[in-house]
């Protein structure tokens, strides 16, 4: 067994992830023990996929790509499969099952990161691998600008934050994957994390909805075959996944009308264009990371 200090990378599949993951390995792979993992849901866009699968490839990292599955008898916990790219889910599979077991994600029942990413990557650490809990630290692709995403017992989960270390920003993660032979190739970042993530912005979801309703397919088929999904006996009400008791429907009808400000990847630009009710999101950015559901 290596005595070498021991890392875990959590690549999300977003260009400040992978950039991360690039001079994580550039640097420390002769010092340090690395495991790099991609934890799929299934409702990730698939040219996020293809980018993953490129990094993989030109860049010979091993990225384990790994699922989430769920034991529906109460109190047995997330176990891990490996997947790759080929057979991947692409059509939400393991994100139905968090969903039967756990309910309709949302604000007041945000654990979906946590139990379709950060459990399935801790079940295959420390349970396929074995590596014990506390004897590695998790690199996490969240910049300078994002610091608002660091998870407030960061150190107590032994999570570090390489790019915002270093004091990169958006544009420079930018610049930096121009030298790059290939790129994330989504037409916005909009749609980074779940197309359809109830994190993400009204006018994200809005444009998305506008442009792709497709998109909209699964959350609106989880809403109507699990609205009514109690968890608990105190719920009353049916569920729903977006904030301010939106829900897919509703964002598809207004998404139509057409009566907002589309989104564009250069709004950061203008803040003053930002309104609360259009514009707040939840700790949403071009990728999902672990340790951000709060």
């Known amino acids: 067994m290596s005595d070498k200090p021991r890392l875990r990378i959590s690549f999300s599949g977003g260009r400040t992830s992978a950039l991360m993951t690039k001079l994580c390995v550039d640097n420390m792979s002769h010092t340090h023990d690395i495991l790099i993992t991609f934890a799929n849901t299934g409702c990730e866009h698939e040219k996020t996929l293809d980018f993953v699968n490129q990094c993989d490839i030109h860049f010979g990292w091993n990225v384990v790509w790994l699922e989430s599955v769920f034991n529906m008898e109460k109190g047995k916990g997330v176990v891990s499969k490996v997947v790759d790219y080929k057979n991947a889910s692409r059509n939400g599979e393991p994100f139905e099952e968090y969903i039967q077991k756990n309910g309709l994600p949302n604000p007041m029942n945000p654990r979906c990161t946590d139990r379709l990413k950060e459990m399935a990557m801790d079940h295959f650490t420390h349970k396929v691998i074995g590596w014990n809990r506390g004897s590695y630290f998790t690199a996490i692709g969240i910049r300078r600008d994002e610091i608002d995403r660091v998870n407030p017992d960061y150190k107590k989960k032994k999570f570090i934050y390489p790019l915002a270390d270093m004091n990169y920003s958006k544009d420079d993660v930018k610049l930096a994957l121009q030298q790059w032979p290939f790129d994330l190739d989504l037409e916005s970042e909009a749609y980074g994390n779940c197309t359809w993530c109830w994190k993400k912005s009204h006018r994200k979801l809005l444009t998305i909805a506008k442009n792709h309703p497709e998109h909209f397919e699964f959350p609106l088929r989880m809403e109507e075959k699990y609205g009514t999904h109690r968890i608990s006996e105190e719920e009353q009400s049916p569920r729903v ?27 950061y630009l203008s803040p003053s264009l930002f309104t609360m009710e259009m514009d707040y999101s939840v700790g949403c950015g071009e990728s999902c990371e672990i340790g951000s559901d709060f």
Do not use: P, Q, V, W
């Open 241 to 267: 996944m977006f904030r301010n008791y939106a829900n897919s429907k509703g964002i598809l009808t207004e998404a139509k009308d057409g009566n907002f400000r589309e989104y564009t990847d250069s709004d």
